[in-house]
């Protein structure tokens, strides 16, 4: 039932121009700072001198597409968010979702799954762009697949927080800002907390949570923290879906 | 089990405090078409999205072939087929798509979805559109495919609210057949038409519960209308058998009341000639479903 669903907001999202105008502009985008990126291995490189100064490809190139690639989704996932929910409330199509035999729960994590399997085509496509690295040199595999897993992770909070802030509201747009808003707060939290890294506040922050992985290192605690801000945002939106139905 | 298919016991809902709906209970039998009257803002919508579990009832329960609709939501929503109001409709979608993905959510075996679909548009008369994006057909037809969404599944109960727009009478009578259905509208020539059986909600009260003949007798009452190019007196008409009282209303026309069963057509047309009075019109007197609706209230209050 979950994966009727997902199959469902898949169809609609390439129904339209919009998800193959998208995944064809991110595409670009993240092509582009990749190109920028192996020429400028060869600049700085051919300046290093000492052994100390040298860095792999693998990660001078994985960490210009990588470190671009959480702020363009920054603003590329509260637009794909914000019509999952409230775009159904505003067509009042929702009645047709909750009188088929599925319950608040599916329904919830069936949009869900759909988003993140359309995002997850564009994670292999970034996965796939950077393994042509290997053609010309010897690449770090664990780096780059501890990289898009983080990637994958960090998308799939940004999905579940945007999924809430449209289940809030009937106007998209509204929802787009307030995902956009929240999620920029939570990246730069830890920036603003720079001088106390300790502090829980920073701990919050999902940039944090992200930079082990972009070490390319998957830590446990890492895991946990993004499958609890999914749970989360998840589980608050199936209630606010369910008081709906209950206060009409 | 009976032959019940769809019990609806006190249901009551609150807004804010407010009641939209006030302890309304109601059956429905299998293969039955129930109307659903009232005027605008009576509950109409509200008690059938309480009926499909879109809506959570304050008091009350709903059972569908026995099925409780709150403790068991999946299986009871499976028996039913709803079109709310506003169509519930996917326009990026072209008719073909739009009904298959109705067919899965709504659990149909993935072997007979292709059927269910064909089944489903030629019911409801579109099977020539199965290719046409939905938001490029015309309102009617897509009216026709938010039913045709409501259907698929073969329900044993369908709740369709105010479908009239795309489906004439005879297709409403053809799922009649095979389904129970409970429509709902304010138009009343329609419930006459498709109907076997009909209430009337108002302010959240269900005042009236009965056959279509009986709301057929309330409706057209007791009265003639009747037109004259050289009227008579008002006191000539009375004297006929059977008349109470007589009405003048605009221009030389009478509004004659009359007994229960002695109409005094004949007689009035028989005069006419006699004398002279030159008839021009006589039928019966309808009431509108306002007057109606009046009526009813006024009883129940009076009891």
């Known amino acids: 039932m979950i994966l009727n669903i997902a199959r469902k907001e898949l169809k609609s999202l390439f129904a339209s ?74 067509n009042q199509t929702l009645p047709f979702l909750f009188s088929a035999p599925i319950s608040l729960t599916e329904i919830v994590l069936g949009k869900f799954v759909g988003l993140i399997i359309f995002l997850s085509i564009l994670i292999v496509y970034i996965f796939m762009m950077l393994i042509t690295l290997n053609i010309w040199s010897d690449i770090d595999f664990g780096y780059l697949i501890a990289n898009s897993f983080g990637l994958w992770l960090l998308l799939g909070s940004f999905s579940a927080l945007g999924i809430y802030f449209s289940s809030l509201t009937k106007q998209p747009i509204i929802a787009a800002i307030l995902s956009f808003i929240s999620l920029f707060a939570l990246i730069f939290l830890e920036s603003m907390f720079a001088s106390d890294p300790n502090h829980w506040f920073a701990y919050v922050s999902l940039m944090k949570h992200f930079q082990s992985f972009s070490r390319g290192m998957i830590d446990t605690s890492d895991l946990i923290y993004f499958f609890l801000f999914i749970s989360t945002f998840l589980t608050l939106t199936i209630r606010r879906l369910d008081a709906e139905r209950l206060r009409g | 089990m009976s032959n019940l298919t769809l019990e609806a016991i006190e249901l009551t809902r609150l807004f804010g405090g407010r009641e939209a709906v006030k302890n309304v209970s109601f ?37 569908i072939c026995g099925i409780d609709m709150i403790e068991n939501p999946k299986e009871a929503k499976a028996l039913i ?42 019911k409801c008369g579109l099977s020539h559109m199965s290719k046409r994006l939905i938001e490029n057909l015309s309102n009617g037809y897509q009216q026709r495919v938010a039913i045709a969404q409501a259907i698929i599944h073969n329900p044993l109960v369908v709740i369709l609210d105010e479908p009239t727009v795309g489906l004439d009478p005879i297709q409403i009578r053809e799922i ?8 709902s509208t304010h138009i009343l020539p329609e419930v006459e038409m498709v109907c076997d059986r009909v209430q009337i909600i108002d302010k959240g009260n269900l005042v009236f519960h009965g056959s279509i003949d009986e709301l057929k007798q309330h409706r057209q009452g007791n009265k003639l209308m009747v037109g004259f190019a050289k009227a008579p ?4 008409l009375k004297d006929i058998e059977g008349v109470i009282k007589v009405e003048k209303a605009e221009d030389r026309m009478y509004r004659i009341h009359f007994k229960n069963k002695q109409s005094p057509a004949d007689a009035i ?35």
């Not at chain 2, 059956?27 to 959570?56: C, D, W």
């Not at chain 2, 009649?176 to 429509?183: N, Y």
């Open chain 1, 17 to 90: 121009p919009m998800g193959w105008t998208i995944l064809a502009l991110l595409m670009a985008l993240l092509g582009n700072f990749y190109l920028t990126g192996v020429n400028k291995y060869f600049e700085v490189m051919s300046g290093a001198v000492r052994p100390a100064e040298r860095v792999g490809v693998t990660i001078f190139v994985g960490q210009t597409v990588f470190g671009i690639a959480r702020y363009i989704m920054l603003f590329a996932v509260p637009l794909l968010t914000m019509r999952l929910i409230s775009e159904e409330r505003r």
């Open chain 2, 27 to 63: 059956q429905l039998e299998k293969g039955e078409v129930l109307g659903f009257l009232g005027p605008n803002g009576a509950g109409k919508s509200t008690t059938m999205r309480m009926l499909t579990g879109n809506l959570a009832p304050s008091i009350g329960t709903v059972k």
């Open chain 2, 81 to 122: 087929g709803y079109l709310p109001e506003m169509r519930p409709i996917y326009k990026e979608l072209t008719v073909d798509e739009f009904l298959t993905i109705a067919a899965r959510l709504h659990k149909v075996p993935s072997k007979q979805i292709k059927k269910a679909v064909e089944i489903a548009k030629q």
């Open chain 2, 176 to 183: 009649g057949q095979k389904h129970s259905v409970i429509l």
């Open chain 2, 233 to 236: 007196t008002v006191s000539a």
């Open chain 2, 269 to 303: 047309v028989r005069l006419s000639v006699k004398n002279r009075w030159g008839l021009y019109q006589i039928a019966p007197d309808q009431t509108s479903l306002e007057d109606v609706f009046v009526q009813l209230t006024e009883k129940k209050q009076t009891n």
